[in-house]
């Protein structure tokens, strides 16, 4: 098996609307024609961004950086402090101090690094991972808000260091230092999404999608993906298919948004769906598949209910793991589900987030396996999805919600009910997306979740830590929906704040029950 993308230029960093990009989008087209029936590039209105140099100096040590997107050109001169995890960020400190602290995860969590950084008055921050010796590139917000909609950049640059060079520059704490890079973003670009199909019979489609840009070296985000993509294409070729096959190489996955919001990942998919609905193209698609954020350690499956079927048997073929509906917002699956299409995510997100982008060696044996394991999971869930499509989505009330009082289990019976009288997988999805929801946890944790009724259960999440004893402060919030809670709970106000939880739970539920009896209302009319 020849690993065609994973070599150069592949492997050099893409940027959405970069000169990288156009490189290899020229060379993916040639590898799909190679795969495929029919081959087309989709265009992307991007902001693109490009470093052109970084750098710390302290005296005579000078350190080579990289810059966070989307910093741009500064120059920052101050006193040195060091922490050694972002929790013991000291301060407030002088003004003009630069921070440099070990931080080993993914953006989400580096911007409430940044974020407290800044409160307490410092003007620049130097990170680095304290377990590899190497670079990371992460997208750092203004806000420690998620959302789809609005965003900013940061407040003050925002640099990493490989951690060699971390531990050199830690022992000048207290020295002055200067921190200058040149960044820059790019208006009006353009990013390419290569598009091309294998034909089956009639008009339905699955998706079959990863992402060609990336940070740094980007082997495992999404070069393993974008392999498993030809892979598949070619073992799917052998099989009888009932729908077309469309597999999609996104760009602007990891950055690109023209607003830089805040939910900086996928806009790429978001934009490309959301023109597909405009002209009603979507409407084919009965489901998705999404190859991405791989490790080379495990394989991870995530799936939407109605595909649990598939996705599951597909999972215990290969020793992956079953993951239910978890991780499906943090890849290009959401912008599926964003459109009622069912999506089912293959990945191993957790290490992916615990790390973060970061350059790193691979060996080429290992990414042969786990490319052979990834084509054959993906062709047994894609087969399986072409081929049974009439027996998708048969739901029973007791899988769809399985815990809950007794509202909740009525609700999923009248849920389980609706879906038995829909048609086809694209009303039963229709009727589903009116019930799931995504919610961003802001406190005491960092998570983005997305599910049926996922509302609810934070809400319930929260009681349940409060009548437990655990203080402090608990922020959920609706990303359709606004602000869900956001309360600071100790032992004086934890009854007020319990019976107040109690009622917004209340609240949330009776809303979904008058929304079932609204939909079973309009199916009898329908009917």
Known sequence: MGLRVLRRPFTEEVVTGSNAEQVVVRGLKELFVEVAEWVKVFDTPVVSWVEEGCRVEAGETVVECRVMPPTTDFEVEGRLVVAQTPTDIPGPVPEGSVLLA???????????????????????VIIYDPTRDSFKREVVSGSARISLEAGSPPAVPVVSIKASDAWELAKLSGARIGLSGRARLVRGAVGKTVVAGLNGRGELEVHVNAHHDHWLSGYYDDLAGLETLLQAARLLRQTSRAVNVVLVSFTAKEFGSPGLTTWYWSWGSRYFLEALASRGSDEEIIASITVDNLSGESVRVSSHPLLDGCAEKAALGVQAYFDGSRYLPYL????????????????????????????????????????EKLAGLTTNIAVCLSTQEANLGQRRPEDLFPHGDSELRYLAGKVAMMLDSAGSLKEKAKILGEFHATVAYYE???????????????????????????????????LDNGLLIELLVNDFNRGVATLALAE??????????????NIVARMKKVV
């Open 102 to 124: 070990g931080y080993t995860g993914s953006a989400l969590g580096l911007n409430r690094v940044v974020q407290e950084a800044v409160s307490k008055g410092f003007s620049g």
């Open 332 to 371: 290009d699956s959401y912008s599926y589900l964003l459109h009622s299409i069912p999506s089912v995510a293959v990945h191993d997100q957790p290490r992916h987030l615990s790390k973060g982008h970061v350059e790193e060696a691979v060996e080429e044996q290992r990414l042969r396996h786990l490319i």
């Open 444 to 478: 005491p944790w960092l998570e983005v979740s997305y599910g049926l009724l996922e509302d609810v259960v934070a809400v319930k999440k929260v009681m349940e830590e409060v009548e437990k004893g655990v203080g402090g402060r608990f922020a959920v919030e609706a």
């Open 504 to 517: 917004v739970y209340r609240r949330r539920v009776r809303r979904y029950l008058e929304k079932s009896n």
